[in-house]
């Protein structure tokens, strides 16, 4: 059974950082590709960024430059790292894990609310 843990949300001002972690058991992590997503009220579930098990990265427009994924394969762990947060940064964000069959599996989600 796949789990993710996610850590690491919390409040913070405008133009602070915030680092994510999410820590995955139940699947073969090496081969997973990972990423993050995130929900705002009202709004649906949005891609943040990915890193598959080769280490290509992907992000959304809105975050490049601002944030990094990253992933340690030794820890099974994804992190996302968010600098010069922006209020519209604030959002629900969920780590995610596509197995090799293509199979998507979420993590519970963790609060980021970005104040101005």
């Known amino acids: 059974q796949v789990q993710l843990v996610e850590s690491g949300g919390g409040l913070v001002q405008a133009g602070g950082s915030l680092r994510l972690s999410c820590a995955a058991s139940?699947?073969?992590?090496?081969?997973?590709?990972m990423g993050w997503y995130r929900q705002a009220p009202g709004k649906q579930r949005d891609l943040v960024a990915d890193?598959?098990?080769?280490?290509?990265?992907n992000y959304a427009d809105s975050v490049k430059g601002r944030f990094t994924i990253s992933r340690d394969n030794a820890k099974n762990t994804v992190y996302l790292q968010m600098n010069s947060l922006k209020p519209e940064d604030t959002a629900v964000y969920y780590c995610?894990?596509?197995?090799?069959?293509?199979?998507?599996?979420w993590g519970q989600g963790t609060q980021v609310t970005v104040s101005s």
């Open positions: 995610s894990l596509k197995d090799r069959l293509w199979r998507m599996y």
């Open positions: 139940g699947s073969d992590f090496r081969f997973s590709t």
């Open positions: 890193i598959t098990t080769g280490g290509s990265t």
